[in-house]
């Protein structure tokens, strides 16, 4: 296995000024001291807001990537929404050049897919404006058309336009990245992805962030035992009866 591009990130604490303010006031932050990751694949889980997307983008922006996504040579904003995280991540690298890279994030693929339409290079996504595409489709041209290996890849919930065969599409395409020594870095809700075998997952949550292993996750056991019997888990969600 090829040596990964990073290896840990770690939060320069001494530097902080103010651990009360936003970021630093997020459980996750406060508790963050170093996090390891997968040569491969790490994967952040967790419930809404505990702040897998605030990480995720810190840990971005620290590698050089753009704050709303896209290559390491994209640089536009549309708003100036990011943390200020970034500034106090140490990034664990290994002397290993990226060839290629990208970061994703779903809130923010729409302002991707203008930039690349105004820099004209529409021809690189399959040829047609990803404005054209559906969702799914769009991202599903971006990761043929642009994902290459030999690359860093951070993800914020790539799922989020894929239906459940798409994502099984897509876990078979980080497959043949990952064979060509890329390495992910992904929030995601989704149990599908986390399934990969061997991925590093992390649990972030108020009492900071742990690492579980796959069956262990919220995702797969709520989806598993849902799927198992449907019907015995809605008669409890939807009873109107107060006991
Ligand atoms: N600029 C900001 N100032 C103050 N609080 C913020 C700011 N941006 C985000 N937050 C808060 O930080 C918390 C973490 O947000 P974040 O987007 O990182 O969550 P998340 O884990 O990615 O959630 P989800 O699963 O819903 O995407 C949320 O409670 C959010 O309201
Ligand atoms: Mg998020």
Redesign the pocket.
């Known amino acids: 296995m090829p040596e990964p591009f990073v290896t840990a990130i770690r939060l320069d604490r001494e530097r902080i000024e103010n651990a009360e303010a936003?970021?630093f006031s997020?459980p996750c932050v406060r508790n963050l001291d170093r996090l390891e990751l997968d040569p491969q694949i790490t994967f952040l889980v967790?419930?809404?807001?505990?702040?897998?997307?605030?990480?995720i983008e810190a840990i971005a922006v620290a590698l050089r990537f753009n704050p709303e996504g896209g290559s390491r040579s994209f640089n536009f904003a549309t708003r100036e929404?990011h943390?200020v995280l970034h500034e106090y991540l140490v990034v664990e690298r290994t002397p290993r050049r990226m060839l290629d890279g990208f970061f994703f994030r779903a809130e923010s693929f729409f302002n991707v897919a203008t930039e690349l339409e105004n820099v004209g290079v529409v021809r690189s996504y399959g040829g047609r404006s990803l404005h054209e595409q559906s969702h799914g489709e769009a991202f599903m041209s971006l990761l043929e058309h642009r994902f290459n290996g030999g690359g860093v890849f951070v993800l914020d919930?790539p799922e989020a336009a894929l239906s459940p065969s798409r994502q099984l599409t897509v876990l078979r395409m980080f497959h043949d990245l990952l064979k060509e020594a890329s390495q992910f870095i992904i929030?995601t809700?989704s149990p599908i992805l986390l399934s990969y075998p061997g991925a590093r997952i992390y649990h972030?949550s108020p009492h900071g962030i742990e690492r579980v292993v796959y069956e262990d996750t919220e995702h797969f056991q709520v989806t598993r035992d849902f799927l198992a019997a449907p019907e015995r888990m809605l008669r409890v969600l939807l009873s109107d009866d107060e006991e």
């Open positions: 936003f970021p997020l967790g419930e809404n807001g505990v702040g897998k997307s605030t990480l929404s943390s919930e929030a809700h972030v």
